[in-house]
């Protein structure tokens, strides 16, 4: 996995539930909180930035309205400029459900998430460029989520550049993982490749997506 996502070239990464040591020489690390509601591993987070420079102004509570330890936020500096980068591990639709707590109906979680997401994003100043990512645990168009949960995903992501809807070149499935974006981008190109790719080894149950981005026009 490190080898085929250091081939990509990429400025900044975000993994889901990952190793905080994925990434190491040459990386500048920020990750949510360790408590996710779930019994804990050292060193793993629900998700993980890596950037080539280093964060500022990280943040890896986001709002009291988030389900804890699935969001972090931070500044960093890429080729194209300062840019804000936001990560998100949505809970799947039955998080704490008959696991972990097994205090919430299905869907409940997510939808917490996506409402506490969604007052973090408009309070945003929007004079600086965004991108957002991370595991968002729905296809986007709709295809299996009840349409008000995708309703309620739609209302979250209201202004921003999903370029991530559909099907991807290299990935068999419709990403649950997505990379969206604030005006400020223009996608130039997007890719993928399916967690099957090593002699038929699955090394994750996260695909992966890659965009390169440019300033818009």
Known sequence: MRRRLLKSGSEIICCPEACLSLFEE?????????????????????VVLWSRWSWENLDDAGSPELPPGRFVSGLTTCSLGRVRVIAVCVPWAATHVSTGNRNRRRWEDH???????????????????TILLGDINQRIPHR???????????????GFQ????????????????HIVGSSHFRCEAIGGFPRHMEN??????????????????
């Open 144 to 158: 299996h989520a009840p349409k008000t949960v995708f309703a309620e995903l739609k209302a979250t992501l209201e």
């Open 26 to 46: 040459g990386w500048h690390c920020a990750s949510s909180q360790p408590d996710y509601g779930y019994p804990l591993v050292a060193g793993r987070r629900k």
């Open 200 to 217: 038929g080894r699955t090394l994750s149950d996260h695909d992966g997506i890659q965009v390169d981005l440019a300033h818009a026009r």
């Open 111 to 129: 939808v917490a998430y996506l409402r506490g997401l969604r007052s973090i994003l408009c309070n945003l100043d929007n004079a600086v460029p």
């Open 162 to 177: 999903v370029w991530t809807e559909g099907s991807i070149p290299g990935m068999q499935n419709a990403p649950v993982c």
